[in-house]
Nanobody
Framework: QVQLVESGGGLVQAGGSLRLSCAASGSISSINAMTWYRQAPGKQRELVARITTSGSTDYADSVKGRFTISRDNAKNTAYLQMNSLKPEDTAVYYC??????????WGQGTQVTVSS
């Protein structure tokens, strides 16, 4: 089992920045990829950024060049640095961890609101 706790959400003006954190505990060694998803009201959950244990990253086109995902293995924490935020980035952001057997674990979510 893996437990995930997100933090760092909040209200920010357009053009501002936020950094989300996702602290993992439990069966840490089994984690392969950590991924940030988001879900806006009335929309489906979408992938924002993913990082593997090897450090490979992948981003949604809508956030490329603005968001950066990173991972501190010593702290068992993944981060999402979000710059140049836009109102359309407003959503609940969820952290996901996938283990070697492709089981998925989710955090409780953290609200990000970008005002225009």
């Amino acid at each position: 089992q893996v437990q995930l706790v997100e933090s760092g959400g909040g209200l920010v003006q357009a053009g501002g920045s936020l950094r989300l954190s996702c602290a993992a505990s439990g069966s840490i060694s089994s984690i392969n990829a950590m991924t940030w998803y988001r879900q806006a009201p009335g929309k489906q959950r979408e992938l924002v950024a993913r990082i593997t244990t090897s450090g490979s990253t992948d981003y949604a086109d809508s956030v490329k060049g603005r968001f950066t995902i990173s991972r501190d293995n010593a702290k068992n924490t993944a981060y999402l640095q979000m710059n140049s935020l836009k109102p359309e980035d407003t959503a609940v952001y969820y952290c996901n961890a996938q283990n070697h057997w492709f089981s998925n674990y989710w955090g409780q979510g953290t609200q990000v609101t970008v005002s225009s």
